[in-house]
């Protein structure tokens, strides 16, 4: 999606609701003279957070999942940066005091936190008010999109389609097919690995494995997720037949380069969960559904699931595909690990 590529490039967007039409431009990127230029555009203009990222800020919340800090005067792009990035808590730990918006919300809030967020980028962003954003997006040569497109992409994960299907031998599974799926809108490519011949008359051995570049290519010593991913790979293949789905929801759904930026906040003290809110997400952004949409997609309506997560399992029964049989994975732990292993089990409910 273009407006993706756009906000990562730090050029703004045109987003459209039902009642109003916005410019918006994420924090992490925006320099001094575009700042000012979006101060000119509307005197209502303010900085747009998550309610997570509002608590570490000591902001009150008066809307459910996000806060409006107004932009004044002397706001400039730095103090910007600190509202949004965590890693700037320790060197600017006073950011205040914050005027907060209460009036009604322009109904395009949350549409655009899900775009933020979706192009992998901290979840704040500068926002003003623009009169008829088609004609003012066709004047700048700026990126117009509808907040029902936002929602449709968002909601949209049912809707993949197994693009190409190719027998791949591997070191750990010799006879597998490996099928790409792509989101009949927009998104990130999927992957499923179908390792032996299936009987989908039979539950059918699953992992759901969502991808962790530092785990899987690197071999990091801070999570379980390499030793998760080849040891279920062995599995399945000892098995005889099963399916390995990968899916890029890097970082907990949060992209490589915010969840770096938690390892930052990891190396303060945080947990892996105080780490994330500390940055405007929630617990785990994934979507599990995928997974479901791509079982579906396989013809297999039960498996048994390699996991320790019961979300896993829950997002399964949602979405009818039926868990015969949850086989626990418990591999990959080390000292360097155990803090976010502890972690997982109290506050993510892991069965570890």
Do not use: W
């Not at 608590?55 to 996000?66: A, D, H, Q, R």
């Not at 390792?195 to 899987?216: E, L, Q, W």
Request: aromatic residues 6%; glycine residues 6%.
């Amino acid at each position: 999606m273009r407006a993706r590529a756009d906000l990562r490039l730090g050029i703004p967007i045109v987003l459209a609701g039902k009642e109003n039409d916005v410019i918006l431009a994420p924090t992490e990127n925006l320099n001094q003279t575009r700042l000012e230029q979006f101060k000119l555009l509307d005197k209502n203009a303010f900085v747009l957070i998550t309610a997570r990222r509002a608590k570490t800020l000591k902001c009150p919340v008066y809307e459910g999942n996000f806060a409006r800090i107004k932009l004044t005067k002397e706001t400039s792009s730095a103090n910007l940066q600190a509202i949004s990035d965590p890693s700037l808590d320790l060197k600017n730990p006073f950011k205040g005091p914050f005027k907060i918006i209460r009036e009604t919300s322009l109904k395009i809030e949350i549409e655009a936190l899900l775009l933020l967020k979706s192009a992998q980028l901290l979840p704040a962003a500068v926002v003003s008010r623009v009169h008829n954003g088609a004609e003012f997006s066709e004047k700048f040569r700026l990126t117009y999109l509808t907040t029902k497109i936002v929602s449709e992409i968002s909601t949209g994960s049912k809707r993949i389609a197994d693009t190409i299907t190719a027998d791949l031998p591997t070191v750990r599974a010799k006879t597998s097919q490996f099928h790409i799926f792509k989101p009949l809108i927009s998104g990130e490519e999927h992957y499923a690995m179908e390792i032996g011949k299936i009987n989908r008359k039979k539950p059918v051995m699953v992992r759901i494995h969502s991808a962790c570049f530092t785990g899987d290519v690197l071999g990091s010593l801070k999570c379980d997720c390499g030793p998760q991913l080849h040891t279920a790979t062995k599995m399945i293949n000892e098995n005889g037949s099963g399916i390995l789905i990968y899916l890029n929801q890097e970082g907990r759904g949060i992209g490589l380069a915010n969840k770096i930026r938690a390892y930052s906040l990891q190396d303060q003290g945080f947990d892996t969960v105080e780490a994330n809110h500390r940055l405007g997400f929630e617990d785990d952004e994934r979507n599990f559904e995928l997974g479901a949409s791509i079982l579906k997609k396989m013809r297999v309506g039960a498996i048994q699931l390699i996991t320790n997560n019961p979300t896993k399992i829950s997002t399964m029964a949602k979405y009818d595909i039926t868990v015969a049989e949850r086989i626990p994975l418990t591999v990959g732990q080390n000292k360097t690990n155990l803090k976010y292993l502890e972690t997982k089990v109290k506050k993510s409910g892991h069965l570890m």
